[in-house]
C-alpha cells in the first residue's frame, strides 16, 4: 500500500478538497488531450475556459489518478501536439534560389585563362 499523495487534503467524506479540481474538468481535459487538433496548451485553456490547463493536469492526477495525466503522458503529449500545425496556419514555398554555376575543377592547360563571362579574355602587350 502506497502513500496517499492527497493525505491532509481530503474532506471527511474522502473527496478531494477545494485546492483540487472537479472530476468534470478533469474528464473534459482527457477529452480536450485527445483531440487531435489541439496544438498546445493555451488552446485547452481557451477551450475549457480554465488559467494554467498544465497544472490543472497535474492537480487532477493527484486527485484523481488518471494515467493519462500522469507527469510523463502530459510530457509526452505536449512533445507530440508540438509538431501538430494549426488548421489555420499558413503554408509556405520554399525559397527560390538562382542556379548556381559549378565549380572548375580542371588542371594544366584545358582550364580556361580568363574567366567564361567575361566577354574577351585578357590580352597581353608584346613589344617589338
Known sequence: MGVDPLHGYRDSLGNPSSEFPARSLAVALLDALSDPTVYSWSVIEERLGIPEAYL?????????????????????????????????????????????????????????????????????????
Open 56 to 128: 490543472t493536469a497535474e492537480r487532477s492526477f493527484m486527485a484523481y489518478g488518471f494515467p493519462d495525466l500522469s507527469p510523463n503522458a502530459l510530457a509526452e503529449w505536449t512533445t507530440e501536439a508540438s509538431f501538430r500545425r494549426p488548421e489555420n496556419a499558413p503554408t509556405r514555398q520554399p525559397a527560390q534560389h538562382p542556379p548556381v554555376k559549378a565549380p572548375d575543377h580542371r588542371y594544366g592547360f584545358n582550364r580556361p585563362t580568363h574567366d567564361a563571362t567575361s566577354p574577351t579574355p585578357p590580352q597581353q602587350e608584346t613589344s617589338e
